[in-house]
Nanobody, 118 residues
Framework: QVQVVESGGGLVQPGGSLRLSCVAS????????MGWYRQAPGKSRDLVAT???????DYGDSAKGRFTISRDNAKNTVYLQMNSLKPEDTAVYYC????????????WGQGTQVTVSS
């Protein structure tokens, strides 16, 4: 059983910052990629950022230059530092964890709400 739990969401004013955290626990095995996706009401779930076990990162267009993804392999934790937040960043942010060697399994968190509003 694998649990993926996000934290750090909330309400922030435009131009503000938030830091999201996500911890994977349980029968972890080997964690490969970790990442963040987001879904606004009525829209599809889109990539925000991913990071490999070795630290290689990839960002969605909306996150480039404003968001930074990082991870602590010893703690099975991934972070998303979000700066210069805009109202259009409002969404539920989901943590994604890829676990396994050879055969990979996807795990998702329950999501954390980020609201950017004045």
């Amino acid at each position: 059983q694998v649990q993926v739990v996000e934290s750090g969401g909330g309400l922030v004013q435009p131009g503000g910052s938030l830091r999201l955290s996500c911890v994977a626990s349980g029968y972890i095995g080997s964690i490969s990629d970790m990442g963040w996706y987001r879904q606004a009401p009525g829209k599809s779930r889109d990539l925000v950022a991913t990071i490999t076990r070795g630290g290689r990162t990839d960002y969605g267009d909306s996150a480039k230059g404003r968001f930074t993804i990082s991870r602590d392999n010893a703690k099975n934790t991934v972070y998303l530092q979000m700066n210069s937040l805009k109202p259009e960043d409002t969404a539920v942010y989901y943590c994604h964890v890829l676990i396994g060697i050879g055969i990979l399994n996807n795990y998702w968190g329950q999501g954390t709400q980020v609201t950017v509003s004045s």
